[in-house]
């Protein structure tokens, strides 16, 4: 009988920030890799080790450590030192698709310049996979992954097919008690073997080949000793025969016989913690990921490459801003499952990455304004569908244009509004205001200065300033502020004279016309086919309708209805005696799901967009007593929830607004279905994902069907799109005959607990991680904003998410470019769009089909179809079909032009 091989790979599992901050844990991976390299230079025997597959821990040591790149790069090229292929290890269910594709190729970038990265996707530690990672991996021309979590029972050996809801498939080997098999190997060959052979019991009938033993864990530090004690093992014994190797070299001799198949995501706790409620804690972290993405993704780069030339392409200021939001999807930073220090750093990253998305954005919106041949407001659309939208205007005139909807006027500069004649100030006042003046000659986003004029006589110093609804590229503010400064100081004693020369003007609310897939138009008033109004009961209850939706407030529950369903947007609070990584519920909980008090207001009657709110006063326990494990307490709370719906849309648009006031608990909307569901189908990366009412679990983890949605979520009837707000779950379970069912939908606005990790817990009775107070966690004095939509009975819920998250932007032309009023600068229709930005150069696109059918996406323009390595694939004449559930990338030729 031929000896059973045991493939050692001595690796660490680096976590860059998590129960202490970046900086304390980076002193540690200074420390291990001097070591590290140290040792491989001087000890052959110690062949092989894995950097954890993610490039950011050899940066991160060069960053202090720059003269050993050179011995990084001769161990990683001569196949010692294994790197990448991500950058991070992210969590692949809180980033957006192109966060994780954006993770693999930088690190594959990276890995390039020390000699080419691991093919190979590994994903030791993260909490689930989502279904299209297979095919992610695919593109990047990897045929393996490492797995831990989220295995199913289904799977009853240590490698399996895993594929893809599109067919792509890759083997994944297994690791069924984690990426630690072989931590810590002891220095004694025979306390090795025996420790490989009750390893080997412990597997049982999972194990059917080789051993994969991952010497490795949480920041393990080398053990020298490795080489040795694997020569006197192999000496002692021969039913084992051990080899020190790397993953590419055990894979590449791996069998692919007889495998098992899995397709779609893996999020079954059966075996290993899936720690669900990652989703829902720090919701202000996915929150500000949320932002982020969006001005990135939707905004920053469409805008920039469709509208710059393509030799003013942003790109090391993007690539920065990509920096940031990768370094934020390692999973323990994402997750927020980690000391405040940690999240207060993964705040910072996201504010810096959509500032610098905001900047490009509007700057590469604004040259779009220059080119245009009409004067006044133009719709800019930087989604790939046609549509129409509201939008703030400022027009001129004394009334409002047919159609629009008269806002209130925001203060001019200074507090002065036409009308108000001349205000007389000191020089030194004025001097003072000066210096608090923008360069821009834009003051708020509806007005700019027009001109400056200064004039003066023996009596002081006349300023007029006229303002007006576009801009004046001619004027120079800062050089009129410099010579008012001027005047003054060869005045200080005289008055100055400030009047405001505006012509009359409204500021609106409209609705547009259709505006091309990434594209612009003149704005002009369109009539409303749907105008949208508001009306009293019999029973005083506000109704809101737009002949496409009928929207009623209940003012005894705080809840409103939508098409007859009613009880929509109850809020439930409930206790959470849990942790970072999962809700758990306390022995004695209270729960509260009706309000103290209940008021109504109209804040916009219509007809553009009618507006009730609703304030509604609750009492919600104070906290879990740490003895009892019971609610106490009790504080009260005004919840402020709008609820909006437009002319000519059939959605209903809610924001719900709170400052938390209470600790260990738990707050959830709650929407009840038109129908009963049996599942639920929500946006994952490149993606529908079908979910049923349960998940598999274990004594060690509660299987609790909470699960994560990107940014919409459908069952029953309803749609639900949001903004950063992640975990859903489907309740109110009815188990018939033959099928159970859900009659709601809730979704988690907040979840508050001050632990990283709690031990005895109802849900999950062991520690997942350090049991450290975290007093973030709790979210005490944080406003709440939460924004979502809902729809009945919506066909594309993509469509809804374009509506609800990304509104058309308004741009002021001056009248001296070349465009026409109407056009498009890039068209790509029957599929979604991940990304449009520029590579070396070229216009490159990402188009998937998140459906079962096959489509056919239609683009203006050839080019080539690349791989995410951008090898070419094929040529790209004007379409390309994508099978059920596949992506794509493309790289067009050709320049903008205008359409």
Same mark, same amino acid.
């Given at each position: ?30 420390? $291990? +890799? ?115 979590? !989220?295995?199913? #029972?289904? *799977? ?58 991952? /010497? ?27 080899? *020190? ?27 290993? /913690? ?24 939707? @905004? ?17 200021? +993007? ?8 370094? /934020? ?26 500032? *610098? ?14 080119? $245009? ?7 800019? /659309? ?40 001349? +205000? ?18 834009? *003051? ?23 303002? !007006? ?32 020369? %505006? ?44 002949? $496409? ?77 740490? #003895?009892?494990?019971?609610?106490? !307490? #009790? ?55 079908? @979910?049923?009412? %349960? ?45 159970? #069912? ?125 791989? $995410? ?31």
């Amino acid at each position: 009988m031929s000896p059973r091989t045991v493939a050692i790979v001595p690796h660490t599992h680096w976590d860059r920030e998590w129960y202490e901050p970046f900086q304390t844990f980076r002193l540690r991976l200074v420390e $291990l +890799l001097d070591g590290l390299l140290a040792l491989m230079e001087s000890d052959p025997s110690y062949e092989r080790f894995l950097l954890d597959g993610q490039m950011a821990v050899v940066d991160d040591y060069l960053d202090v450590r720059p003269e050993a790149e050179g011995r990084i790069r001769a161990l990683a090229a001569a196949g010692r030192l294994t790197v990448g292929p991500w950058y991070v290890l992210m969590d692949e269910f809180l980033v957006s698709a192109e966060t994780i594709v954006r993770d693999l190729q930088l690190g594959m970038a990276r890995g390039a310049a020390f000699g080419g990265a691991m093919e190979i996707g590994y994903l030791p530690d993260m909490f689930g996979h989502i279904a299209q990672m297979p095919q992610i991996l695919q593109q990047a021309g990897f045929d393996h992954a490492v797995v831990w979590r !989220g295995v199913p #029972s289904g *799977i009853d050996r240590t490698a399996f097919w895993w594929e893809a809801p599109d067919g792509s498939r890759v083997r994944a080997e297994y690791l069924p008690v984690g990426y630690g098999n072989g931590a810590g190997i002891p220095d004694d060959a025979l306390a090795l073997v025996r420790r490989i052979e009750n390893h080997i019991e412990e597997l049982g009938d999972l194990l059917t080949g080789p051993l994969l033993f991952m /010497n490795g864990t949480d920041h393990q530090l080398p053990q020298p000793w490795i080489g040795r004690v694997v020569a006197e093992a192999n000496a002692l014994q021969d039913a084992l025969e051990l080899t *020190i190797t790397s993953l590419p070299e055990y894979l590449a001799g791996a069998s692919a016989a007889d495998l098992p198949t899995w397709t779609g995501e893996l999020r079954s706790g059966f075996r290993a /913690n899936v720690l669900m409620g990652v989703a829902s804690n720090r919701v202000d972290v996915k929150q500000a990921a949320a932002r982020a993405e969006r001005a990135l993704e939707r @905004r920053a780069e469409p805008a920039a490459a469709l509208f710059l030339p393509a030799d003013r392409w942003p790109g090391s200021v +993007l690539d920065a801003a990509w920096l940031q939001m990768v370094r /934020n999807a390692a999973h323990d930073s994402i997750c927020a499952c980690s000391v405040d220090e940690v999240v207060d750093a993964v705040l910072v990253r996201f504010a810096e990455a959509r500032q *610098i998305a905001d900047g490009v954005g509007d700057r590469a919106l604004a040259d779009l304004a220059q080119t $245009l041949g009409h004067r006044g407001p133009s719709l800019v /659309n930087l989604s790939s569908r046609q549509r129409s939208g509201v939008v703030e205007l400022v027009v001129p005139g004394e009334e409002p244009p047919a159609g629009t909807q008269p806002l209130p006027h925001e203060p001019g500069l200074l507090g002065i509004s036409p009308g108000l004649g001349t +205000l007389t100030l000191d020089a030194a006042t004025v001097r003072t205001i000066i210096g608090m003046l923008p360069s821009s000659s834009q *003051i708020d986003a509806h007005t700019w200065v027009q001109q400056v004029r200064v004039e003066e006589d023996d009596a002081g110093i006349d300023v007029t300033i006229a303002f !007006g609804p576009d801009e004046r590229p001619d004027l120079s503010l800062p050089a009129v502020k410099q010579s008012l400064s001027t005047l003054l100081d060869a005045r200080p004693d005289s008055p100055v004279r400030i009047r405001v020369d %505006q012509p009359p003007t409204v500021h609106v609310l409209a609705k547009t016309p259709e505006v091309p897939g990434f594209g612009w138009t003149a704005w002009e008033p369109v009539a409303l086919r749907h105008p949208v109004s508001v009306g009293t009961q019999a029973d005083g209850s506000v109704v809101l309708r737009n002949d $496409l939706v009928t929207v009623e407030i209940d003012a005894e529950a705080g809840t409103f209805a939508v098409d007859g369903t009613a009880g929509l947007g109850r809020l439930v609070d409930d206790g959470d005696h849990g942790d970072s990584y999962n809700y758990s519920p306390p022995a004695g909980d209270q729960v509260v799901d009706r309000p103290d008090d209940v008021t109504v207001s109209v804040i916009a009657a219509g007809p553009v967009r009618a507006t009730a709110e609703i304030t509604a006063t609750y009492s919600w326990p104070e906290h879990v007593d740490g #003895s009892t494990r019971r609610r106490t !307490g #009790s504080l009260p709370v005004a919840v402020v929830t709008t609820v909006s719906v437009d002319a000519d849309d059939p959605a209903v648009h809610v924001r719900t607004r709170f400052t938390n006031p209470c600790r260990d608990h738990r707050v959830r909307v709650h929407f009840p279905l038109p129908e009963p569901a049996t599942h639920s189908s929500a946006e994952c990366a490149f993606a529908v994902v079908d @979910r049923t009412l %349960q998940a598999e679990g274990r004594p060690d983890e509660h299987g609790l069907p909470t699960f994560p949605s990107r940014r919409f979520v459908s069952a029953g009837g309803l749609t639900v799109a949001h903004q950063g707000l992640l975990e859903y779950e489907l309740v109110d379970i009815d188990d018939g005959a033959t099928t159970r #069912s859900a009659r709601t939908l809730a979704l988690t606005l907040l979840r508050s607990t001050g632990m990283l990790s709690r031990l005895g817990m109802a849900y999950r009775p062991m520690p997942a991680g350090p049991l450290t107070p975290v007093e973030g966690l709790q979210l005490v004095g944080y406003t709440v904003d939460a924004r979502y939509t809902v729809q009945l009975h919506c066909d594309d819920p993509y469509e809804l998410v374009d509506r609800a998250t990304l509104p058309l932007d308004v741009v002021h032309a001056v009248g001296r470019g070349h465009r026409p009023p109407t056009g498009s600068a890039l068209r790509i229709e029957g599929a979604e769009v991940s990304a449009v930005h520029r590579h070396d150069g070229m216009l490159e696109v990402r188009v998937f089909n998140p459906t079962a059918e096959a489509v056919t996406a239609h683009i203006d323009r050839p080019g080539w179809m690349v791989d $995410l390595r951008g090898r070419p694939l094929g040529p790209v004449d004007g379409h390309v079909t994508l099978g059920p559930f596949a992506f794509a990338t493309l790289r067009l030729a050709g320049q903008d032009s205008v359409r």
